[in-house]
Nanobody, 124 residues
Framework: QVQLVESWGGLVQARGSLRLSCAAS????????MAWFRQAPGQEREFVAT????????LYADSVKGRFTISRDNAKNTAYLQMDSLKPEDTAVYYC?????????????????WGQGTQVTVSS
């Protein structure tokens, strides 16, 4: 198993930036595909970005492409989500997720492990 803890959410003005971190503990971090999802009030959890085990492959939701960047540092057991040019519609709880596989996927139910979430609020 792997345990995930997100951090560095917060309140930011529109067009600002935040960098979320997801610290992993437990089994070998490099064995997991990592992803970020988000959930706004009254809405379903939606895919944001995913990265393969060795960072060779990434996928992004259309709504964040060109503004968000997912990365990972296997030596530090940490995944990141750099969020630039933030918009009020990016306001949500952001969740880190892990999947013990080689394949990057975008469906939430294909991820086995989840963090507790961190709130991101973008003011207009």
């Amino acid at each position: 198993q792997v345990q995930l803890v997100e951090s560095w959410g917060g309140l930011v003005q529109a067009r600002g930036s935040l960098r979320l971190s997801c610290a992993a503990s437990g089994r070998t971090f490099s064995g997991y595909v990592m992803a970020w999802f988000r959930q706004a009030p009254g809405q379903e959890r939606e895919f944001v970005a995913t990265i393969s085990r060795r960072s060779g492959s990434t996928l992004y939701a259309d709504s964040v492409k060109g503004r968000f960047t997912i990365s990972r540092d296997n030596a530090k057991n940490t995944a990141y989500l750099q969020m630039d040019s933030l918009k009020p519609e990016d306001t949500a709880v952001y969740y880190c997720a892990a999947r013990e596989s080689r394949v990057v996927v975008t469906k939430a139910d294909e991820y086995n492990y989840w963090g507790q979430g961190t709130q991101v609020t973008v003011s207009s």
